[in-house]
């Protein structure tokens, strides 16, 4: 399944004629080298397995780059090798398994047009035939090597009067096709080039998908990260409605390199900048991307989201999303998805070390014995069994940290705005200030909205007992910092500890400018509420995978601006809809299906206040005029296809 941003480049007519395509085996139509894969299989349970196939795999690489002769490279490969007959059977069954993906993923279009397809190969055709064959390529139309027998089946060599075992074998082995119309050869090695390079051949692709040689990449007509590409750019029919690797993802502020790797692992193009860019520098760099990965530092604003003309989706590798304008994303059918509960035990952690630490006046203390300083004293320090913990903002984090905090002996009050299921002993406050009026300490664990700005300002913090202390984990605007100054250096608050910050630095390399540096019994941190190896892999993951799912089914479970909807599996092709909540465009997506005689499968409906997301599955049959149709329908924000 693959989505088609622009519908009209979708199921395209074969270009006529087609041009004949000459596809190398090895690492091309494979993942792999049959040559080195023989030897593993040859030599198991060899002493010297490792060492021989490394020194096979080395002569591989020598020959398909250029740097030695095709015809040395082989033979030293075979007198390396202790192959023998039965061994074949088994690494054809190997090789069956290591298709290329995009290879296997495009079957039918081998299995449409066997006529025009030569597999060329310095391989051998023992193991390359019966592979070959389950795409519908006959044994006629592969060129390769033979392998030489002794009595005993032990492979001996090659057969020296096939044109494939000399240098320029596949040059030779192309004059004598002779093939009329257009030539194009598709490969990882040197070898390949070289038939463009004698001029029979129109053009050469450089297939990267399984490995990519600088040498034969500078060569090429073009680069091709999959099969798919080749078929898009020829428009050809295909698979998926769009080449994977034609979807760039721009991820920012260091997540863990996990996310990276799964959206590589999709075929997705993977760009990062460290750090955070600023609104100027990202609307710079949003053009063309598909999917943005930010975390809580970047603001992704309406001007900069004006700027995204091929955003799809934006992954916050975070909870917090109000750096993220989600109205005017969704407003441009661009899907939100953060990581809600992934680092919630880590801020918990950090939170109740905290309360530990400036119950015992640590920050102060500590700093004191760097110095040289010996200050035994029990002043001003308190266990924190028995003492009132008051959490504002009774969500993932609040609520975890209740159960924690019960656990070490602390009575917990609470406030939230919303109705929340208290647990344990948790008592709930009906106001903010008769939490603050009460508590020993108060953690701040509110959302980043807006209007929880300045939440906790001078009047909220005269409201604190004397002596109590404040912790704000959640998000830098909560606190008017400034007051929080005045009431530590007044002596009215008794400490406090502060993870985020109304300004914070954008990388390592800028300074921290703050009211509070400096003040006693303060514990300042760099925003690290979350940043824990556990958390960061889990979140490195969480997101991309849900990201891959929406862009894969249509699935927005978990966004945090787009109607969820958690579909079942989709049924052949399915129309993804987006569309401005207005009456009525339900109505006029159905008639266009039913004007056109569409049989629907399946359709699922969500709404919010600004957009409607509707997903219809239909079968196999319908023509383009039915998708330009499905466009032009008044309201569309956006639409896609899965085929
Ligand atoms: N320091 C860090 O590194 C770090 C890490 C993770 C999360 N966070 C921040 O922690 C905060 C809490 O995260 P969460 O996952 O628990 O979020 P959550 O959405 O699960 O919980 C937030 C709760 O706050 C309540 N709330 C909102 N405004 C309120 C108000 N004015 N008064 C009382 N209650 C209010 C909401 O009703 C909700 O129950 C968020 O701001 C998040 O961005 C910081
Ligand atoms: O929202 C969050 O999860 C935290 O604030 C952590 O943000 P960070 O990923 O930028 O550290």
Redesign the pocket.
Known sequence: MGFVPDITAAMPQPTTPLPYLIIDFDSTFTQVEGLDELADIALQGHPDREKVVGEIRALTDRGMSGSLSFSESLQQRLALLPARREHLPVLVEQLKGKVSESIVRNRSFFERFPGRVYIVSSGFREFIEPVVADFGIQADHVLANTFTFDQDGRITGFDPDNVLSRDGGKILQLRELDLSGDVYVLGDGYTDYQIREAGLANRFYAFTENISREAVVARADEVLPSFDEFLYQNKLPMTLSYPKNRIKVLLLENPDVRAAELFRAEGYQVDSVPGGLDEEELMERIEGVSILGIR?KTQVTQRVLDKANRLIAIGAF???T?QIDLTEAMKRGVAVFNA??S??RS?VELALGEIIMLARRIPEKSPKMHAGEWDKSAKGSFEIRGKKLGI???????SQLSVVAEAVGMQVLY????E?LQLGNAVRCRT?PELLQQADIVTL?????K??TN?IGAAELAMMKPGAILLN???GHVVDVPALAAALRSGHLGGAAV??FPYEPKTNDEGFESELRGLPNVLLTP?????TAEAQRNIAEFVPERIMQYINTGNTQQSVNFPNIQLPTQQAHRLIHIHANVPGVLARINNVLAAHHVNILGQYLKTNEQIGYVITDINQEYDQEVIKALREVEHTIKFRVLY
């Open positions: 809580s975070c909870i917090g109000n809600p509960f680092n919630t801020v504002v903002g009774y969500g993932n984090i609040g406030y939230d705005v919303a929340k903010l664990h509110v959302d980043g909205r209007d929880n939440l984990n959640a998000r993870d985020v925003h690290i509420g979350g940043s």
